[in-house]
């Protein structure tokens, strides 16, 4: 009787509590949440790579230096107001649904970016230009602040535990095919019209394009169905909400704790941990991420005087070097594990940063190759781990909104300021090398971070039940788990049964 009490302290599982994923609908999961930050990267890469192009269509032509802050600065405002549509959309994800945010997002992306195509130049209308400009950022900044937090979400839910980081890796790869395709247009551009063309009418075009692109992912958007974890969350509420209802039970305290405002407050108090752990790595990712894609093409053509076809050629072989190797990131992830992929590529940057950037300050294309190449290397590292490695932190009644607070605040303070710090820094400063003590700094960050993140690598997500491919892997998971329970509660019962025995064996194992 003891014995079998003790087994029920913790049920092993049946076969209802595995999810097997359904294939098709995890590919469509995965090819629209790509094709998403596709577009999203997709204007990062082209406002990267017409920055001073932009700065001479949009601010007065007093000081050409002056111009490039004031045009990164724009850039940057649109990641200051990153939180506030991760208050809104992250909560309302835990709410109503991944699926609805995320197609709201998507329309939102598109309909700023292609208006960034249309607007008036400075000398058109004056200062309202940048202004105009300002706002079609924040509209972009705000609909980003659901966005890649929802879409990491989405795939980390639909994902066998097995594969997470491969299948996660995915994202990220459509965000860097999306910056390649972006700053790929632009250096034909420049290439074709040269910079008055540009000036003149070519920096539109890319803009334009995304028109199209908006539709496209609309559409894939459209046809997602809800995630299982969500799915079951929402039907376990619904029958909770049911019995309480029934019975006549109206508790106001589980009501306020459902409430949006009552989901931030658990986050902030419950999960203060993770939600430190998110942004440390967060830090780590989006400052490399926005050195290398938004400031480096700039700071070779401004500050160190290199061609910029030369430049843009060399960030984005960089960045299809990303591309390649990303999937095999992610698999290695899921090997390894997070933690060991995070700690190698904090490590990396402390010491391979200042290294790098003496490469490319060195002028010609073989050696600022090289060291474009070293920092792309050490920024897949990042990118092929973080979409497994982030939601798995935060149960999955709060996981969309806990990553998105997270996520934003981070990425506002530190991975979107990246080129307008850099940018001040080295104009101040004289010091070329500033932007790797930069780098170094969020080396040290990341790490420190990493040091605190628990593995999650092959294991189910908090608040959810395994995930496997198949009926097979699923009847597995349940044997491995009866077995389990048989063993934890043998264990127990030893130890009631003969504590001297145990006590002494365990000695012995000290010895």
């Not at 094709?35 to 700065?55: I, K, P, S």
């Not at 803009?207 to 995630?227: D, K, N, Q, S």
């Not at 003590?437 to 990493?450: E, H, K, N, R, W």
């Amino acid at each position: 009787m003891i014995r079998t009490l003790l087994r029920r302290r913790k049920e092993p599982l049946s076969l209802e509590d595995v999810t097997v994923v359904d294939r098709p609908r995890m590919r469509r999961a995965v090819a629209a949440t790509a094709v998403g930050n596709m577009m999203e990267w997709f204007d990062f890469g082209v406002y990267a790579y017409v920055a001073v192009t932009l700065g001479k269509v949009f601010f007065p032509a007093d000081n050409p230096a002056t111009q490039v802050v004031s045009t990164f600065a724009t850039f940057a405002v649109a990641f200051l107001v990153r939180p506030l549509g991760g208050l809104v959309f992250g909560p309302l994800g835990d709410r109503i649904g991944r699926r609805r945010v995320l197609s709201t997002t998507m329309i939102m992306m598109a309909v700023g970016t292609f208006a960034v195509g249309v607007l008036p130049g400075y000398d058109a209308v004056g200062f309202a230009a940048p202004l105009l400009l300002l706002s079609c950022r924040v509209v972009q900044g705000f609909s980003t602040g659901g966005e890649y937090a929802g879409a990491t979400t989405y795939i980390a839910e639909f994902a066998p535990d097995q594969r997470r980081g491969f299948l996660g890796s995915w994202l990220d790869f459509g965000t860097f095919v999306g910056y390649s395709m972006g700053s790929g247009v632009v250096t034909v551009l420049t290439a074709v019209l040269g910079g008055d063309g540009m000036v003149a009418w070519g920096w539109r075009v890319p803009f334009l394009v995304a028109g199209p692109l908006g539709l496209i992912g609309l559409y894939m958007r459209l046809r997602l169905e809800e995630t299982p974890a969500f799915q079951l969350e929402a039907e376990r509420a619904a029958e909770a909400a049911e019995e309480a209802a029934a019975r006549g039970d109206t508790d106001p305290v589980e009501e306020a704790r459902q409430s949006g405002r009552g989901r931030l407050k658990e986050i902030f108090t419950r999960h203060w941990q993770a939600v430190l752990i998110c942004m440390g790595l967060v830090l780590l990712y989006n400052v490399t991420n926005y050195m290398v894609t938004s400031y480096l093409p700039t700071y070779m053509t401004s500050t160190l005087g290199q061609r910029a076809t030369v430049a843009q050629m060399l960030v984005l072989g960089t960045m299809i070097v990303v591309a390649l190797t990303i999937t095999v990131v992610g698999r290695s992830s899921d090997r390894w594990g997070r933690r060991p992929m995070f700690m190698a590529g904090s490590v990396g940057l402390i010491v391979l940063a200042a290294p790098a950037f003496l490469l490319i300050r060195e002028g010609g294309i073989l050696l600022p190759a090289i060291g474009c190449l070293v920092l792309g290397l050490l920024l897949v590292i990042f990118a092929g781990t973080s979409a497994a490695t982030l939601p798995a932190l935060f149960p999955t009644r709060l996981r969309y909104g806990a990553l998105s607070i997270s996520f934003n605040i981070s990425v506002s303070l530190f991975g979107g300021t990246t080129p307008l710090v850099a940018s001040w820094l080295v104009a101040t400063t004289h010091n070329t090398l500033v932007p790797a003590y930069y780098l170094m700094a969020a080396g040290v960050v990341g790490l420190v971070a990493t040091f605190f993140l628990y593995e999650t690598a092959g294991k189910p997500l908090r608040g959810s039940g395994p995930m496997v491919e198949t009926e097979e892997e699923a009847r597995t998971a349940v044997a491995e788990s009866r077995t389990e329970a048989g063993r934890r509660a043998r264990d127990v019962w030893l130890r009631l049964r003969h504590p001297r025995a145990h006590v002494h064996r365990d000695d012995e194992e000290c010895d």
